[in-house]
């Protein structure tokens, strides 16, 4: 797949939302406060309904798409707001590489626009989940690119999981354990695995599992994100398409996660 080149008028649409940093997040609505101590440290957001959003506006695709890139900048600013310290935002799945050529090449072109805008600010360290390979050269030059700039950045941590599938980052750590096996041992898998050395191998290694997982559309799935690591957490359907998505639905979201009892089996 070739990669995409990046609009500028994408670029200037999603460059233009992104909010001004705040220096200290002020109290968040009435039903949520910042600072409290109920704030889940890791969110993650199943992005959906941007095509729907765009059928049901009568507007091509694109525009669903790019209203969504916008949307994720102004919810990255309500999450720090709010204390979350650290967002995963899946933008592109492994299906999704499937989707008609017209129509990736569009997706493709936001993605990197939203992945150039967030970097470019310098408030988030972006961190990226997925196989860097399936994606298009310029797009994964583009993810690379916003990783290594950011790695310095002690603020939020943002996880991009572009052209990511929860099976395939399992069968990717089993692999990788199973090679280092073979390196020191001469075989495969060691005789015992652990859970603690299959979440090392994971692409979000080093980070706590999400402690909300949010999915927009009215979707009641996680279709396979995160598969791994969302085996504890608590979850939230959203009916809002993700472009309608507000600063509400987050506070609800998290409202209602922090009225949760999380007694993780005892």
Not at 143 to 166: F, K, M, T, W
Not at 192 to 209: C, F, K, M, N, Y
Request: aromatic share 6%; hydrophobic share 40%.
């Amino acid at each position: 797949m070739s990669g995409a080149i990046m609009t500028n008028q994408s670029a200037t649409s999603v460059a233009s939302t992104l909010p001004a940093q705040s220096d200290s997040p002020a109290a968040f609505g009435t039903g949520f406060t910042a600072g409290t101590g109920h704030a889940p440290k890791h969110v993650a957001f199943i992005v959906d309904g941007n095509r729907r959003w765009a059928n049901a506006h009568q507007v091509p695709l694109e525009e669903g798409h790019r209203r969504g890139a916008e949307n994720i900048c102004r919810a990255l600013e309500w999450c720090e707001a709010a204390g979350v310290q650290i967002t995963t935002w899946w933008l592109l799945s492994t299906d999704n590489l499937n989707r008609s050529p017209g129509e990736l090449h569009k997706l493709v072109d936001i993605i990197g626009g939203l992945v150039r805008t967030l970097a470019a600010s310098r408030r988030w360290r972006i961190r990226h989940l997925g196989d860097i390979d399936v994606l298009p050269t310029r797009l994964a030059t583009e993810v690379q690119a916003a990783v290594e700039s950011s790695c310095d950045i002690r603020g939020p941590q943002v996880n991009l999981a572009i052209g990511y599938s929860g099976r395939a980052d399992i069968v990717a750590a089993v692999r990788s354990l199973a090679l280092k096996a073979a390196a020191v041992h001469g075989a495969g898998l060691p005789v015992e695995v652990t859970e603690r050395q299959i979440a090392e191998a994971l692409s979000t290694r080093g980070q706590p599992d999400p402690d909300l997982v949010i999915r927009t559309s009215g979707e009641h799935r996680l279709s396979g994100f995160m598969a791994w690591q969302t085996s504890l957490s608590e979850l939230h359907f959203c009916p809002a398409l993700w472009p309608d998505f507000r600063r509400s639905h987050l506070e609800f979201a998290l409202t209602d996660y922090a009225r949760r009892m999380r007694r993780f089996g005892t």
